[in-house]
Every structure is written in structure tokens, then in C-alpha cells.
């Protein structure tokens, strides 16, 4: 065991592993003791990860088969994010973390749905519920090059990260070239007509989120989603990543449905850098 | 009968001794409410300038191996104008309002855009050390300070409070400009400046590189500010600076405070922290049968 260390330093991590999941999506995958337990990070949780010399982004925490190793899923856009992706086997990273809350997993069957990197902490909770709960994932994509995750999905229900898994897997991609067609809200109203779900867990774009918000407060099935805000310390006291009167870093990233439904800013608006609000 | 927690600054009357400090949390009327709920006396808002800051890339802020915070957020803030809009609503959460500029100017621009708002003082700030032209380069030059505090006096009927930190001016002196151009009150301190080194990967960590210290090492610096400002000016003080418990807050009513501020603590322990601090010093005054926080104002001065 390595001495406590202060969660709200820089820990200097090593890239061990890079896996192409897509041709603009990278997992990197680092040794790290503490974010490589699985039952020490709970879904949902985050890290705020310090490329040195580039930027220092939350990310979401993915699972690894290996332990005392877990990764950062990333998706090649802006510097900062190109900065990480880019990473190579040997660099260092530091982080920070876990933080955040985490989804709330009820018993029974349960409903997870995400688009791209929202897919990581969803990869996380079924780590979580396996063995305890009914699982069906939708995984949403544009096309067929897009589609990642579904080769970890089935290792997590043959159970080689954690115990055997009862998952569903439905990919769907918005052109139909794999999968189910259409938006993965479409797949979910199609759902929702034909079963009866007892909690719906989601993350991945917020319009994504919002509608599956929608839908599952309709249908009065327990939601919630994980948001994803402009974030500068992480841990509650700059308070860039403020919804209302909460802090995505503090109160969430885990917000439920009811609470969304609510909110003047879920689906509409985010903070920039400067703490201005801007549509969505 | 109970003591009484309210506390008075000119001619501000706080129900509270318990401040969120500037630079912590403060950009939406939202969580300022529930601050306030939670115990706050006031809420002073980030720095706002003219225009909307973006600030420094990450890393802004960590926490330093042994205690405290390092943080260089470079004083982001969605601008006077913007600020001003969000917080129109507010109807009774005392927010004092922190201004940060380089010239006489951006201050009499800025105090124009909250005309119509609510606000219970304004915080010059003087002392941000991380930021070039503006806060201590600003409390440095002690002219300066004194055109900025008239300015900012002849266009405001409410409290006018000069916040200074140890920058290479010998701070009393700042003050001293302060007090002469008719400021109201002081807050003291801000944080020191400060940096760390990552040796893995050999680099500062701040992507500034250099930037504030807070947090608990630093209090007892401001302390002893706050018990030399109070011990040669005869003007309210807000003690700030590493306060994390009502002892803390205690201390520094004793060294002269009239209230405190405080906001690194919150990284450890969220909103309660206010009532625990409220709690313990409502328990201290009345286990010491003070009735009222003036009675415990500089004690600790006495002969």
C-alpha cells in the first residue's frame, strides 16, 4: 500500500496502455493504486487530469481489466483534449480525485443510456450492478466507425471485470450502418412502450440527456443523468461549474430527473470560462 | 438571553460575522441564496472587472502537500455588466461587490452598471497576486489607491472596503492611502504569493505558475495584519485569510476584527462550515458571557 495521498493534489501517473477506440476517441490507461480500484470509484465519480504543459480536464473514470490500472476516455476537439489524446505510452499524467457524486442504483431492472465518452461511467456502473440487476445498454453513435465500447460491454457481462453481468447490448447509430437506426432516444421511446424499467441512468450529450430525462419523467421511471460543466478546481469552491444553485463538481456530476425537470439551465444552458451563461 | 451574532461596518449591519470570501464560488445569485441560507452574514462575488475574463488555463487551484491552497484562476469573472443583470433579482442577501481595475475609470464604469442593484458594499480589490495591472500592482502604488478609493466614494452610498495584501509596498501604507482617501472599512488579507513544483514531471503546476497562497498556513499572517492595521487605524476590519473554525474566527475578532471571510475551508467542508463556525462562536461568547460581537472587537490589544 502507498502512504495516504491528498486527493486534491497532482498525482503523477504513467501511461501504460493506449487503445484506438475510434478514429477521434482514445483510452489511455495508467497505473494508479487508488482510481484503479474498481469498488474505490464509484460510477460517476471523476478525476481532474493534468496534461503538463497543456491544460488539466475532468474525466470521466473508465475501468480496467488489470488491476490497480484504470483509464481516461477522450475525444480529440480542442487543444486541451488533443493535448491528452495524444499522450503516448511512458508519458506521465497527474490527477486528482475521485470526485463528485455517483448514480444512485436501485434494484430490478435497470436502463443505461449513452452517447460517446458519456459511455465511460455507465461502463463503470455495470461493474457496479452485476450480479444485483437486469441491464440493458444502448450505446449511441452517428455511424458504424463510431461505435466503441461494445467489445469491453461484452467482457462485462462474460463478468472479466467484475462478477458476471445479465446485460442487454444495443448499439444504435443515427444512419442506421450498424446497429439500430435512429437516435438512441428513439430506441428509448420504443422501449419504454414495450417494458417497464425500474431506474434509467444516462450520460453523454446533454440534449441526448435532456430528452431522456423527458421521456422517463413521463413515464414517472426513476432518471438520472451526469453533466458535464466548464470545471477549474473541482472540489466546490470556484464555483465555475455551477447549475442553479448547485455545483456539477460537488452536488453532482449525479443529478436526478425530478431535480432536473426543474432546472432553468439543464438542456439549455452552460457557464463559459468566464461564468457567463450561453446556450446550449 | 442569547448573544447576539450581528456585527456592524460603517454603516453596514451584518446579522452575521461569517463571510464567503472573495474569488470562492461567487457567480450566480442561485448559490449565493443558498449561502445565505446556509449561514452566511454576506457573500462578497469574484472580482469583476469591465469586460468578462476567461482567466488562466488548468490548473488553476490544488492543494499543497501539508495544508493550504495554491490557486491561480486569474480572476475570471463574466464581467461588471453581466454580474450586475444576474444579480437584479435579489431582494436580502447582503452582497458586498468586488471590483477589480487598473485606473480610476474602470471603477467609475463598473459602479455605474450596479446603480440599480442591491448591493451591500463594494471590495476594492488591491492585493489579487497573480494578475498583471490590476489588483496588487494597483495596492503597490498608494496614489493610486487614494484616486481609486475617491472615486469610488463620491459615486457610492454604501460601504467602500479597500482589500490589500503583501505585495512589495509595505501593506500599512496601502492602508494608510485607503483610510486618508476615506475608505470605510479593510479587508485584510489576501492570499500570499506563492508557487509549487511537480518533481516528476519538473514543472510548476500552475499553469500561471505562480499564484495565490491560502488556507490554513497563511493564517497566521493575516493575523498579525489584521492586529497591526487595528493597533494604528481606528476603521472596521475584515479578517481574511486561513479561517477554517470559530477559533479562527474568534482570533481574529480579538486581534480587531469586525467580521471574517473566509472560502479555502470550503474545499473541505461545504456550506456547513458556516453555521459550525456561527455555532462555536454563539457557544464561546456565551461560555465567556459576551453579549455582543463589539465586546470582543480587538480584546486581545488590551494592556
Known sequence: ?280 | MKPSLSTSIGSLTLERPTILASGILGISLDVFKRLHSAGAGAVVTKSLSKEPWEGYPNPTIFSVKGGGWINAVGLSNPGAENFAEMIRPNENVPIIVSLVGSVEEDFEFMIKKFQDCKVAAYELNLSCPHVAKVGLEVGDDTELVSKIVKKVKSMSDVPVIAKVGLGSTDYLKTVDAAVSAGADAITAINTIRAMAIDVEVERPILSNKIGGLSGTPIKPVALRCVYEISSKFDIPIFGCGGISTWEDAVEFILAGASAVQFGSVMGDHWDEVFSEINTGIEKFMERKGYSTIGEMIGRAKRS
Open chain 1, 1 to 280: 500500500m502507498e502512504e495516504q495521498r491528498d486527493p486534491n493534489h497532482p498525482h503523477i501517473c504513467t501511461i501504460e496502455r493506449v487503445v484506438d477506440e475510434t478514429p477521434t476517441v482514445r483510452t489511455l490507461y495508467f497505473h494508479d493504486p487508488v482510481l484503479g480500484k474498481i469498488g474505490d470509484v464509484e460510477p460517476g465519480n471523476f478525476a481532474m487530469v493534468w496534461i503538463p504543459g497543456v491544460n488539466e480536464l475532468p474525466m470521466s473514470i473508465m475501468v480496467s481489466e488489470k488491476d490497480d490500472q484504470a483509464g481516461f476516455t477522450v475525444r480529440k476537439r480542442g487543444i486541451s483534449s488533443t493535448g491528452l489524446y495524444n499522450l503516448k505510452v511512458g508519458d506521465k499524467i497527474g490527477v486528482r480525485g475521485p470526485y463528485g457524486n455517483s448514480f444512485d442504483i436501485k434494484d430490478g431492472k435497470i436502463l443505461l443510456i449513452g452517447g460517446g465518452t458519456g459511455l465511460v461511467p455507465l461502463m463503470r456502473l455495470i461493474t457496479w450492478s452485476s450480479g444485483r440487476n437486469q441491464i440493458t445498454l444502448l450505446m449511441g453513435s452517428k455511424t458504424k466507425d463510431e461505435v466503441f465500447f461494445e467489445e469491453i460491454a461484452k467482457k462485462l457481462k462474460q463478468g472479466m471485470y467484475a462478477g458476471h453481468a445479465d446485460l442487454t447490448i444495443i448499439p444504435v447509430t443515427e444512419d442506421g450502418s450498424y446497429g439500430e437506426k435512429g437516435y438512441v432516444t428513439d430506441v428509448l421511446e420504443k422501449l419504454l412502450e414495450e417494458n417497464k424499467y425500474d431506474a434509467i441512468y444516462t450520460c453523454g450529450p446533454e440534449l441526448m440527456m435532456y430528452k431522456v430525462v423527458k421521456l422517463a419523467n413521463e413515464k414517472g421511471i426513476f432518471v438520472q443523468a451526469s453533466l458535464e460543466r466548464m470545471m477549474k478546481c473541482g472540489v466546490g469552491i470556484c464555483g465555475s461549474c455551477c447549475v442553479g444553485q448547485d455545483l456539477a463538481c460537488r452536488d453532482g456530476t449525479v443529478f436526478d430527473g425530478e431535480y432536473l425537470a426543474k432546472s432553468s439551465e439543464f438542456g439549455h444552458f452552460q457557464r463559459t470560462k468566464s461564468g457567463i451563461l450561453e446556450k446550449i
